[in-house]
Each structure stands twice: as C-alpha cells, then as structure tokens.
C-alpha cells in the first residue's frame, strides 16, 4: 500500500516517537491505530473509556481490534454522568465530554512518558458541525489523519485493503446524540436508548439511531432500509419490543438516517 497520503500520515506518525492513541474501535482510529503500530511498534498505547454513554458493545469490539493488532489496550471508566453540567444536557456537551475524557488521556500519556496524544479526527471531519473540536485544539490533542488530508472515503479503502473488519462499520456517536438539548440525561435513558438500537441492529439493520422524544422513539435507519421495516411483522415486532423497553409512540422518520438531526431543532 503506497500512495502519497498514506506516507505522509507514516511520516507523521514516526515524527511523534511514541503515542496515545484515543480509541473507540471505530473505522477511523482503528484504521489510525493500525498504522502507528505498524510504524512505532510498542510505543503505542490504545486507549478506551468506559462510560454509560457509550454503548457497552463498542468497548467490547475495540477489546478485539487492539488484540488482532496486537497493542496495548488501557480501558478507564470514566462516568461522565457525575458532571451536573453534562447531566442537564447543554447544547455545548460535547465540548463538555471531550475535555473530561482527554484530560483523562493527558494523565495516562504522562503516567507513561509518551509524546503525543491523537485521534481519529479525519479530514471530512474538519468541514463538518464537531463543538467537541475545541476541547481537542485546547488540549493540543493531535489529528494524524487529517493531518494527512485522509477522507473518510480514503480511511475506508485502505482499511479494507489491510483487511480490518472495520473498514465498513457504520459511523458511531455517544448515546448523548441521541437527546434533544436540555433534555435531563440519566443512566436509564441511555439504557433505553442502548436497548433499543441493539434490537434494531440484532434485525440486521446497519446505519440505525434512536432519537429520545420521550414518550416517542424516533427511529432514523439508511433510506434503502425503509420498506424493510415497513413490513407487517417486522413492524409489530419492533413495536412490541419498544414498548416493553419503555416508549409509548414509535415513529419511522422518513427522512432517514442523518448525522446530527437533533441538532436541526436549534436552526
């Protein structure tokens, strides 16, 4: 695998001696953890946070990634939800969450004598809505891949490429995307949330959220997928086992799956 952003992501990487790299066992910073291990070997340390606002079988896939790329994996539990601030949901959250969670990774890279601390921000990511982007230039917290002008596009084909089974995992979020802001945030929420998209996705459903308007479910899956749910017994069976999570109303929004649609209500 050669190309021109490749080396100059491994350039980058080498400059860094050795690093933290922020993990999540999503498409982007696996594909980033594959290549610092490939470039500095045991100075990488993959770095995971457990916490009720990510969903538990994300930390589960990210304990199989570092272990096919044979790295060092640190998991903290890190419980966002002791945070008032964060509990009442401002629209500046993920400001909030990202300069907890980094702060965190600042004292394990200095527990460990390592330079530098990165993530899987890619380029596309540069051009789009990010608030918790400040928190990461606050802290100094590097973005190899946009660095070296890697799309998402890019990401995904050099990881299928490499055959890492995340070249073509859905994008992922934290659970806190999934409520409207000021919406009071609790760990039987998240659950319900978590609950809900699990079910959808042991459906076979790929790209799903589960947006929170309690008493109402508000389901976002991918445009092709619509006529799926639509059928009859797919749909009472959906209907049958939200409301034993909880919701009263489920809804199907026809727009489909978007990125950040519970930001639209603030436009």
Same mark, same amino acid.
């Given at each position: 695998?050669?190309?021109?952003?490749?080396?100059?992501?491994?350039?980058?990487? $080498?400059? +860094?001696?050795?690093?933290?790299?922020?993990?999540?066992g999503g498409t982007d910073s696996s594909f980033l953890l594959k290549l610092a291990v490939e470039v500095l070997g045991e100075n990488v340390i993959a770095v995971t946070?457990?916490?009720?606002?990510?969903?538990?079988?994300? *930390?589960? !896939?990210?304990?199989?990634?570092?272990?096919?790329?044979?790295?060092?994996?640190?998991?903290?539990?890190?419980?966002?939800?002791?945070?008032?601030?964060?509990?009442?949901?401002?629209?500046?959250?993920? +400001?909030?969450?990202?300069?907890?969670?980094?702060? $965190? *990774?600042?004292?394990?890279? @200095?527990?460990?004598?390592?330079?530098?601390?990165?993530?899987?921000?890619?380029?596309? @990511?540069?051009?789009?809505?990010?608030?918790?982007?400040?928190?990461?230039?606050?802290?100094?917290?590097?973005?190899?891949?946009?660095?070296?002008?890697?799309?998402?596009?890019?990401?995904?084909?050099?990881?299928?490429?490499?055959?890492?089974?995340?070249?073509? $995992?859905?994008?992922?979020?934290?659970l806190l995307t999934r409520f409207p802001y000021g919406e009071k945030i609790s760990v039987s929420k998240l659950r319900k949330i978590e609950k809900a998209e699990e +079910?959808?996705?042991?459906?076979?459903?790929?790209?799903?959220?589960?947006?929170?308007q309690y008493p109402v479910a508000r389901i976002e899956i991918e445009k092709d997928e619509i006529r799926k749910l639509a059928q009859s017994n797919l749909r009472e069976?959906?209907?049958?086992?939200?409301?034993?999570?909880?919701?009263?109303?489920?809804?199907?929004?026809?727009?489909? +799956?978007?990125?950040?649609?519970? @930001?639209?209500?603030? !436009?």
């Amino acid at each position: 695998m050669n190309s021109r952003k490749i080396n100059k992501l491994k350039k980058v990487l $080498k400059s +860094y001696e050795s690093v933290i790299i922020a993990f999540s066992g999503g498409t982007d910073s696996s594909f980033l953890l594959k290549l610092a291990v490939e470039v500095l070997g045991e100075n990488v340390i993959a770095v995971t946070a457990k916490s009720p606002v990510f969903p538990k079988k994300e *930390l589960l !896939e990210a304990k199989k990634i570092t272990g096919l790329l044979k790295c060092r994996h640190i998991i903290f539990y890190l419980n966002l939800l002791e945070l008032e601030t964060l509990r009442k949901n401002p629209i500046n959250r993920c +400001y909030i969450c990202k300069k907890e969670l980094f702060l $965190k *990774l600042i004292s394990i890279k @200095d527990r460990y004598n390592f330079n530098i601390i990165a993530d899987g921000t890619n380029y596309d @990511d540069l051009h789009t809505f990010r608030p918790g982007r400040k928190a990461l230039n606050e802290l100094d917290i590097r973005n190899p891949l946009a660095e070296s002008g890697l799309t998402r596009e890019d990401i995904k084909k050099y990881s299928k490429i490499l055959h890492l089974p995340t070249w073509n $995992k859905p994008a992922l979020s934290c659970l806190l995307t999934r409520f409207p802001y000021g919406e009071k945030i609790s760990v039987s929420k998240l659950r319900k949330i978590e609950k809900a998209e699990e +079910y959808l996705h042991s459906l076979g459903f790929k790209q799903k959220r589960v947006r929170y308007q309690y008493p109402v479910a508000r389901i976002e899956i991918e445009k092709d997928e619509i006529r799926k749910l639509a059928q009859s017994n797919l749909r009472e069976k959906i209907l049958k086992k939200f409301k034993k999570i909880g919701f009263l109303y489920i809804t199907l929004d026809l727009e489909g +799956y978007r990125p950040g649609s519970m @930001d639209e209500s603030k !436009e």
